[in-house]
């Protein structure tokens, strides 16, 4: 299984960025799908997920601000993280449940001015 994430980098406050993550050696459809993050100093938390039946979930801190999208037939994961803020600072994994947590090797979020 591997989880290539991507479309990190460097952002001003107010910005946005589009991860993505696309998924091989799963059938992704059958996959929740999902991002987590894990700032300096701070535990890994979770941020948004997507069911494989279309569900999606995120944290308070993200609600209004960053959408969840997959595309089943590119076995791909977005986030699309709009009016960043220094606070969003972190490190982005991508993860794939079923029956086990598959994790991607993250990707780095900077929100500075």
Do not use: H
């Amino acid at each position: 299984v591997q989880l290539v994430e991507s479309g990190g980098g460097l952002v001003q406050p107010g910005g946005s960025l589009r991860l993505s993550c696309a998924a091989s050696g799963i059938i992704f459809s059958l996959y929740t799908m999902g991002w987590y993050r894990q700032a300096p100093g701070k535990q890994r938390e979770l941020v948004a997920l997507f069911t494989s039946d279309s569900m999606t979930n995120y944290a308070d801190s993200v609600q209004g601000r960053f959408t969840i999208s997959r595309d089943n037939a590119k076995s791909t994961v977005y986030l699309q993280m709009n009016t960043l803020k220094p606070e969003d600072t972190a490190v982005y994994y991508c993860i794939a449940r079923r029956f086990s947590v598959y994790w991607g090797q993250g990707t780095r979020v900077t929100v500075s001015s």
